[in-house]
């Protein structure tokens, strides 16, 4: 069941022109891997990490180190699974993170759908801890009507 859908756009060359004027960003907001890529993937990494806020109604509980950029075997992008973004996926009832990431025409793009293992209405979770696998109970998410105001999103700021 998809819990959180996030995209973010991010303007290569002003994020460049930022990142030279403050050389410190890119140590506040990258780790590991992340800090010897060049601007355009540093950009697409960026905008990963706001798609992945967005996708979770918000950052609580996250830093910028605990969401790394990876690419797989396959070059397919994923997000790194520290402890502390299972504890964000957990408190939000989700499992699972999808990331597809692009830039071309001068800007990054990064599509996040972050999603759980259950169907509407499941009542428990699965999540690893890295110590042993928790069971925790879920409420469901489903509106209990398809009434326009059960049918509402939000912003980022809380506004409908």
């Given at each position: 069941?998809?819990?959180?859908?996030?995209?973010?756009?991010?303007?290569?060359?002003?994020?460049?022109?930022?990142?030279?004027?403050?050389?410190?960003?890119?140590?506040?907001?990258?780790?590991?891997?992340?800090?010897?890529?060049?601007?355009?993937?540093?950009?697409?990494?960026?905008?990963?990490?706001?798609?992945?806020?967005?996708?979770?109604?918000?950052?609580?509980?996250?830093?910028?180190?605990?969401?790394?950029v990876r690419r797989g075997a396959d070059r397919a992008p994923y997000f790194l699974r520290t402890a502390a973004l299972e504890r964000a996926l957990h408190v939000r009832g989700a499992h699972r993170i999808h990331l597809s990431l692009t830039h071309?025409?001068?800007?990054?793009?990064?599509?996040?759908?972050?999603?759980?293992?259950?169907?509407?209405?499941?009542?428990?979770?699965?999540?690893?801890?890295?110590?042993?696998?928790?069971?925790?109970?879920?409420?469901?998410?489903?509106?209990?009507?398809?009434?326009?105001?059960?049918?509402?999103?939000?912003?980022?700021?809380?506004?409908?």
């Amino acid at each position: 069941m998809i819990r959180g859908i996030g995209v973010d756009t991010v303007q290569i060359d002003r994020f460049e022109r930022q990142l030279a004027r403050t050389p410190a960003l890119v140590d506040r907001l990258f780790v590991g891997e992340e800090r010897g890529l060049g601007a355009r993937s540093l950009a697409a990494r960026f905008a990963a990490k706001e798609a992945l806020i967005k996708s979770l109604g918000g950052s609580a509980g996250l830093s910028w180190h605990d969401m790394e950029v990876r690419r797989g075997a396959d070059r397919a992008p994923y997000f790194l699974r520290t402890a502390a973004l299972e504890r964000a996926l957990h408190v939000r009832g989700a499992h699972r993170i999808h990331l597809s990431l692009t830039h071309d025409a001068g800007v990054a793009t990064a599509f996040v759908v972050v999603e759980s293992d259950l169907e509407s209405g499941g009542s428990t979770l699965a999540v690893s801890d890295g110590t042993g696998t928790l069971e925790t109970p879920m409420p469901s998410l489903a509106p209990t009507s398809n009434t326009p105001e059960n049918l509402r999103t939000t912003d980022r700021e809380g506004a409908a």
